[in-house]
């Protein structure tokens, strides 16, 4: 399967702002910033 | 026409890489200069606790005792999933994307190769530059485990520290924290430069544990850049 060569930015951005996103919503965020 | 088109799509690739390490070079630059600035120092945490890598060192004793290491916070894990997510669906995209020791390192090793005699480097060339140099296959390869056994003795050592293991010797917190505080630190910095000017990403190839994890995703991860791409065709396999 081919993919357009200027998706693979957009893919690792989105990829790591899941996975930050995900894991600030499970609780896993620095004391500090917790309400 | 398709080689003219891959070539420009090729070089707007790399300009959005370049834009991509310039935002992680003043990103971690500004995690690093918050201490500076009066009652800035505790805010988001330590300059560790932004650390993908932190993570791993102090995962034993979260697991252990409920407790993170000093220096380190539960924000560890939540930017190794961010990492561990980019890993999972492209390999160590991480490290030539959006790490910024491997963008200084890059740079550096630019800079020697302006050093060593060549004016412009073209990417995937053979350089006819002396600087950065390259190490022997005999020594290369062998080298290359040197990232594993780190990684292996970073999670030993993390079950008996009270610290990060690598808290002392962090090349990371050596050029952005902007705490150069012991001789140890000065010691890092210095040849995390020298290193890097006499071997192009020296760090990533043969020390980096992080480097060493998240190599292990290259095996299952979808989405890889094609070598076919490298060689200027815009073909990208799933």
């Given amino acids: 399967m081919k993919i357009d060569p200027y998706n693979y930015p957009i893919i690792i951005i989105l990829a790591f702002v899941i996975g930050l996103t995900l894991a600030l919503a499970l609780g896993f965020q620095s004391p500090a910033w917790e309400s | 026409m398709t080689t003219q088109r891959s070539t420009k799509e090729r070089k707007s690739l790399m300009l959005i890489r370049k834009w991509m390490l310039g935002f992680a070079v003043i990103g971690t630059f500004l995690i690093g200069i918050r201490h500076l600035f009066p009652g800035e120092a505790a805010s988001g945490g330590a300059f560790d606790a932004f650390c993908p890598f932190g993570a791993i060192e102090t995962a034993w004793a979260y697991l252990t005792s409920g407790q993170t290491l000093k220096t380190t916070s539960l924000l560890n894990f939540a930017i190794f999933s961010g990492v561990l997510a980019v890993s999972l669906v492209a390999g160590r995209a991480f490290c030539g994307w959006m790490c910024p020791l491997g963008a200084v390192q890059e740079w550096l090793a630019s800079f020697a190769r302006r050093l060593g005699g060549e004016k412009r480097h073209v990417r995937g060339k053979r350089t006819k530059a002396w600087l950065p140099l390259s190490l022997p296959i005999g020594l290369d390869r062998p080298l290359r485990y040197a990232k594993y056994v780190i990684l292996g003795l970073v999670i030993l ?21 902007f705490k150069l505080n012991t001789g140890l630190m000065w010691s890092v ?29 290259n095996k299952v991860s979808p989405v890889r850049l094609s070598a076919r791409f490298q060689s200027l065709q815009p073909l990208w396999a799933l």
Avoid: D, M, N, Q
Wanted: charged fraction near 10%; hydrophobic fraction near 50%.
């Fill in chain 2, 157 to 177: 050592f993390s079950a008996f520290t009270v610290y990060p293991p690598l808290h002392s010797f962090c090349p990371v917190r050596a050029v952005f924290s």
């Fill in chain 2, 189 to 217: 910095l210095i040849t995390f430069i020298g290193t890097s000017l006499l071997v192009e990403r020296v760090w990533c190839k043969y020390l980096c544990p992080l480097g060493a994890t998240l190599a292990i995703f």
